[in-house]
């Protein structure tokens, strides 16, 4: 049984840009995965982000180019495209002129997905209460 879980486009509260969800990739995962798992799976991908992002670590390129790699699968198994692919752009310019761009690129698209993996992870743990 599939759950639906609604993610719109545009602008969101707080400021925050919507990011892309593949709702079908994520519902797929979903229903395969469970809640639990699929929880975790957010987990680990926001766990990466405020590691870099927000826990006072220096926001800097070579802080994050391993969790990069591995994001790019983990954001893109639970529907998180747009993140997958700024990872990926990020990682194929490490070292180049075009990593900083690419990296502020993923940076604001890392911030939105925060953003959503928190109402996701809010809104799955809801459905999975008794």
């Known amino acids: ?3 639906h879980i609604g993610i719109d486009s545009g602008e969101r509260e707080g400021g ?4 892309a ?9 979903l229903d395969l995965l469970g809640a639990e798992r699929i929880v975790g ?4 991908v ?3 982000i405020r590691r870099t992002f927000v826990d ?4 800097e390129e070579h802080a994050f180019i391993a969790d990069a790699h591995k994001l790019i699968s983990t954001a893109a198994a639970v529907g998180f495209l747009d993140l ?3 990872c990926q752009t990020f ?8 990593a900083r761009g690419a990296f502020e690129s993923l940076r604001a698209t890392a911030m939105a997905a925060l953003h959503e993996i928190g109402r996701l992870k809010v809104e799955l743990r809801a459905t999975a209460s008794p």
Not at 16 to 19: D, E, H, I
Not at 41 to 44: D, T, V, Y
């Open 1 to 3: 049984m599939t759950r």
């Open 16 to 19: 925050f840009q919507a990011v």
């Open 21 to 29: 969800l593949e709702r079908d990739a994520f519902a797929e995962c």
């Open 41 to 44: 799976a957010l987990e680990a």
């Open 46 to 48: 926001d766990v990466a």
């Open 56 to 59: 006072g670590r220096p926001a």
């Open 84 to 86: 997958a692919r700024a």
């Open 91 to 98: 990682e194929e310019s490490y070292g180049s002129g075009a």
